[in-house]
């Protein structure tokens, strides 16, 4: 197999396999599995250039979950300071009879459906940002790429966690008020 298909894929780099070998160089053939050739390990044959670099997505993935959590950060921050204008909201609300897991249940649904709203319109963003984003790195990323299920799922599972992040950290749990007895 080597001596009927090497030529032909040295050729397509630029090599003479024939004019290699009457130098004195041998074929040293290896296998290695196909998971670990991209992002993986380094080949002696420098000239392949679809490997990708595992370092560089690991950065990227790095900066995107920091981006992610300030994101969190401030949005608890914002609730918390929406918070004090909410309390009088809970304070009638527990007086006509609602029931803490009813507010509760109230915040975790608002906190998720801004959760969402904010996830449809970075997919939007990343959608209308691709041609730019391509001609700025020199890729060619296409938007199927953000359309695939994997990345769908892992987008919406990040937003139910920012989500529950967010209701979490921000303390909007219905506290009991003045005056009135917890519930």
Known sequence: MVKAHAPAAYNRIGIDLLAQLK????YNVKLFPLNSLHLGQTIQF????????GKQVRTYGLIGGLILLLACV???NLAT?????????????????????TLVGQFL??????????????????AVALPL?????GMQMALSGLLNLKVLGI???LTCVAGLLGWYLSGI???????????
């Open 173 to 183: 749990f219905p506290l009991p008020i003045q005056g009135y007895r917890d519930f």
């Open 23 to 26: 130098k004195g160089d041998r």
């Open 81 to 101: 300071a929406r918070s004090m204008q909410r309390a009088r909201e809970v304070g009638v609300r527990k007086a006509l009879g609602s029931q803490r897991g």
């Open 109 to 126: 649904a608002e906190s998720l459906f801004f959760s969402f709203i904010a996830w449809a319109l970075a997919f939007v963003l990343a």
């Open 74 to 76: 401030n949005f608890m």
């Open 46 to 53: 420098t000239r392949l250039t679809t490997l990708g670099n």
């Open 155 to 157: 987008g919406l599972l």
């Open 133 to 137: 984003f391509n001609q700025l790195t």
